[in-house]
Structure formats: C-alpha cells, structure tokens
C-alpha cells in the first residue's frame, strides 16, 4: 500500500488537512489555464491581423492592377484629365474605378491601428494616392458630382474631406 500523506508532524492527513492543498493547486491549474488561453488569444489576434493586412494588400495589388491593361489605362488617364469628355458609359467605368479605390483606401484607414512595423508609411502612402486621385481635374469633377448621392457612409466622407484638407503626406525620407 502507498504511503499516506502525512502533517509535517507524521501523522496521516485528514480530508480536511489536505483539501487546502488540492485547493491551492487547483488554483494554479487554473492560473495556468488562463495564462495560455490569454497568451494563445493574443497569438492567433495577431495573426488574424496580418492576415487581415494580406488581404489588404491583394486587394490594392489588384486594384492598381486594373490600369495594367492598355485600353483602361487609357480610360483612365483621359478620366483623370476631363471626366465631362469621357462617353456616359466611360463616366460610369471611370467613376466605378474611383468608387472601388475608396473603398480600398477605406479598408486601410479601417485597419490602420493594427499596421505591423514593418509596413509603416503605407498609410500615408495610400493617402497620397487617394488625394491624387480625386484631385486631378477629372478626379475633382467625379467627386463634386458623385459626393451628394450617398453612396458611402459619412465616417469615409469626413475620412476623404480631411485627407484632401491635409494634402499629401511626405513619404520620401530622403526628400
């Protein structure tokens, strides 16, 4: 037969001298439990968000991406030079493609307080982009006509209003 546990004077344990014991360690099983499960949640957090920032950047890959075929390219650049010359359904190709790189850009601003170090000044970036966008003359043209209709929540109006306000960002560390 195993041997009992004994009080620190040899005598065998009671169930209430050692209940204290199975309590305390009870209690470190639990403090440990919580510890990992904190530890794990904070783990797989940041890994959703650079997950998330994956995306991302697809997305804006993608986006810019569309201008790599020649013919809207062209739409593009004749958009940005004089929105007005462009044909009805060139207006609606054009203004769609400004449409789509706000709400890309909307989607940074969204996750902009979980940006990894090492993707620092891609915010301000993307911002220039944004402004360059909707301040070429056919840019400004689309955004005068198209901001009244409602078509994006106020928090991305007021986002796209301050940007403009405050200009491009300097990205260059050299210039």
Request: charged residues 25%; contains cysteine.
């Amino acid at each position: 037969m195993p041997d009992e546990p004994r009080s620190p004077y040899g005598q065998p344990m009671s169930l209430a001298e050692f209940a204290p014991v199975a309590d305390f360690l009870a209690a470190l099983g639990v403090m440990a439990s919580l510890f990992f499960l904190a530890w794990e949640t904070r783990r797989t957090r940041k890994q959703t968000e650079l997950t998330n920032w994956r995306e991302l950047l697809e997305t804006l890959v993608l986006y810019k991406g569309l201008t790599n075929d020649p013919e809207f390219a062209d739409l593009v650049e004749r958009g940005h030079a004089d929105y007005r010359a462009l044909s009805p359904a060139d207006q609606r190709r054009f203004g769609l493609y400004l449409e789509q790189g706000i709400h890309v850009y909307g989607n940074f601003v969204k996750h902009n307080d979980s940006l990894p170090t090492k993707l620092a000044g891609l915010e301000d970036a993307v911002t220039n982009y944004l402004i360059e966008m909707l301040t070429t003359p056919g840019g400004a043209v689309w955004w005068a006509q198209n901001r009244p209709l409602g078509r994006f929540m106020p928090s991305t109006y007021r986002m796209i209003d301050d940007c403009i306000a405050r200009g491009p960002q300097k990205t260059d560390p050299s210039g």
